[in-house]
């Protein structure tokens, strides 16, 4: 599957109609450009810059700074292992294995289907619930590795 680029699909243009052309509106424009296309693709990137009237240069170093952003197209569904340490003390190490092998991919890879993204995060705040994965939305604490198949189909609804 062929990632999309802006001049594939319509949302570039009304995201940026709905904020106004300055600086100010670099980051919620470039936080609704990930939400459309599941990550900010470069054409984007030139798009924004020129619609808001700020450097390339300054979007590029903003888009850069903040883990949040994605460079690469990602899945369908992130799911994210929490590996603080009661996670992590809980078995998180194996729940991460177990959906590697499960999904081919390693922590900050994506399916090639796009399908699904694997992620890692040092602490969701949720360390009653240890071990903890998010799949999408949806938290599933006091995971374990016989339910990933439940969490994965069910499209991280409960």
Known sequence: MT???????????????????????LIQVLQEVQRAYRYLPCDALTAVAQALHVPLSRVVSVATFYRAFAHRPQGRMIVKVCTGTACHIRGAGL???????????????????????????????????????IAGEHYHGHARRAGLDRILNNGGGR
């Not at 990632?3 to 509106?25: G, H, M, N, V, W």
Request: proline share 10%; charged share 20%.
């Open 3 to 25: 990632p999309r680029t802006c001049a594939d699909t319509p949302p570039l243009d009304a995201i940026l109609a709905r904020y106004p052309a300055e600086e100010s509106s």
């Open 95 to 133: 729940l991460l294995e177990s959906l590697e092998r499960r999904l081919g991919v390693g922590p900050g890879e994506t399916t090639e289907d796009l399908g699904f993204t694997l992620q890692t995060v040092n602490c969701v705040g949720a360390c009653a619930m240890a071990p903890v994965v």
